[in-house]
């Protein structure tokens, strides 16, 4: 069956003879693959893709029509096609515009919930809204995956700016999570922020009854210390929580894209209003570069084809993220979801079987730690992992200017040594110094080779900034969004998450004895009888 990637993977079986390091023979490598926007830097040159390929890649993304699909996002088209929704993440940053839904200019709407999201913020932060003991000191955000991992994300990447009341996270519906949360707060100065885009979700409306019940012990009114964002406002009413509280959004808010909105508030009284504003000016900023710069140069469209190279034309099944900055160590959990929710598909747009692989499995840590961790696979393992690094120029910490050096040097050491390898002889030579002769010289020696040409890229910054946090994330989403486009798939769905719900919402009742497990597979009925105690 032919694919079209077809055309690719011919030319990636010519030219898979030459590594990486030689490719640097060529003068000017370093500058002809990488691309820069403002103060962003993208280098992917120590990929294998070479002039040839980067024709063929950009080609595949005008031959798939990348363009007019960007444009029709942008516009409000409904290109959730499965869910006949648009998706319009956009719109909650590029707040200056004007986007037709359904005949209906949605920005009105948007710009006010801001507003409204704002001057909550300022009164939780300035003590205008207080709990029943005073000013608010802790807000619990309690919700999951895109209302949970956004928001988490960004309030340990933007901490050093964080100077409003000290903001929690729980998702988990295992009660350790909510229990550990809650242990050291005082329900009397804790708002807590339900966060659920449906107001279904059976995670996040568990644990929001447990928060109530914790705080009804010291609290007299808790919904009164209870605000919500979704986009179901007769669920937030029926929880009882005062709709002067409620944060609402339209259903073209893809939940895994959705922390630019109202599901950023807990972001947002942590940073101040100004500083969330940065982060969506951020945002907006990368949605211009995306619509604009031309494919060769537009890091969105470089990014997603740089991965297609390595996980469709190359065949590598996972994609390390690596942050070199430890402020940004919930990102990969964060792509986690906003990747392999949105690109972890098998079928196309009209049904078909894909006749190639879907987007990759994405992980990481942070560096240096991952160094210590798993780095021994990526270097030496018989897979290759393609790696994505994440630098910045600057850390937060000018007393400590030497470690964020030594950090740095890591990160360029790490993509320098994938590339590089160590060869036999270089082993060999090692060893001989060690004082090491004849066959454990050569066995010793074997044990110390790096096959090298490992493929990496690396994404350099100024300095985690709201604003640069919002280049970066916005930068991930288009990705995700032209990686899509040329899969031919919809990103924008995840029916793939529906079938365990609702087979756990069956063992519920199994679990509590209040149903037989009969009719369920044998492993089940064991592991059920077990766990029933
Ligand atoms: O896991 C499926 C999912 O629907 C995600 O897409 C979403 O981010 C998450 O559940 C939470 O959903 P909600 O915001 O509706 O509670």
Redesign the pocket.
Known sequence: MTTRFDALRGHWAKIAGTTIAEAFAQPGRAEAFSSRHGAMLFDFSKTNIDAQALDLLVKLAEDTGVAAKREAMFSGAKINETEGRAVLHTALRNLEASVIVDGQDVMPEVRATLARCEGFARDVRAGRFTGQGGRITDVVNI?????DLGPAMACLALAPFADGPRCHFVSNVDGAHIADTLKGLNPETTLVIV???????IE?MTNADSAKRWMAEKVSDPAAQFAAVSTAADKTAAYGIDPARVFGFEDWV???Y?MWGPIGLSLMIAIGPEAFSEFLRGGADMDTHFRTAPFRQNLPVLLALVGLWHNQVQGHATRAVLPYDQRLSRLPAYLQ?LEM?SNGKRVSMDGVDLPYESGPVVWGEPGTNGQHAFYQLIHQGTRIVPCEFLVAREGHEPDLRHQHLLLVANCLAQSEALMRGRSLEEARAIMAKKGLTGAELERQARHRVFPGNRPSTTLAYPKLTPFVLGQIIALYEHRVFVEGVILGINSYD?WG?ELGKELALALQPILEGRADASGKDGSTQQLVAYLRG
Do not use: L, M, P
């Not at 919700?143 to 209302?147: C, N, V, Y």
């Not at 966060?195 to 979700?201: E, G, I, N, R, V």
């Open positions: 919700g999951i995956g895109g209302s966060a659920s885009k449906t107001f279904t979700t996040t893809g939940g895994r959705s979801q929710e995840q998450v």
